[in-house]
């Protein structure tokens, strides 16, 4: 509060004694007067932002954060005939990824990763569709993705696929 504002909030209180010298010998009812005050114009005062004080030292230094979550480092969509949209793919291209049989989109020729995520393209997929990812040791299929209908049956189908 500013000085013009506690000067204002007493002269009210003062006025509000003197027509009722009642009050004044209550300080239970100076203080209902000075509240009522204070209420009326609370709203100015929330506006109000005093001048800023001056700047302290610098804390000490932190100790050192945690890597964070991770980044997202390759992506691709895939369509279901096993061809990559280079649009809305980095870091995969259609060489790194071959549909073996009819329903393994298997993935070669990609660095190391932690995580892995797939997710169905419901617009070129059937309903209830749903996606496993898995990590292969194998040569020819290092990383491979499966689709499955709503009864659990292997399809081909469209995904994106992100991974960390």
Do not use: W
Request: hydrophobic share 40%; charged share 15%.
């Amino acid at each position: 509060m500013t000085t013009s504002t506690i000067k204002g909030i007493l002269v009210s209180v003062a006025l509000a004694l003197a027509s009722n010298p009642a009050m004044a010998l209550s300080k239970k009812g100076v203080k209902k007067i000075a509240n009522q005050e204070i209420t009326k114009r609370a709203a100015v005062l929330r506006n109000q932002i005093g001048p800023a004080g001056p700047e302290g030292p610098a804390g000490p230094e932190g100790p050192l954060g945690s890597k964070g979550s991770p980044a997202i480092e390759l992506y691709a969509h895939v369509l279901a005939d096993g061809s990559v949209v280079p649009e809305h793919s980095f870091g995969i291209t259609q060489a790194n990824v071959v549909l073996a049989g009819n329903s393994r989109y298997c993935f070669t020729g990609l660095p190391y990763v932690n995580v892995g995520q797939v997710t169905v393209d419901y617009f070129a997929t059937s309903n209830n569709a749903s996606a496993k990812f898995s990590r292969r040791t194998e040569p020819g299929c290092e990383i491979f993705v499966q689709i499955f209908d709503g009864t659990g049956t292997a399809i081909t189908g469209g995904f994106f696929l992100m991974l960390y």
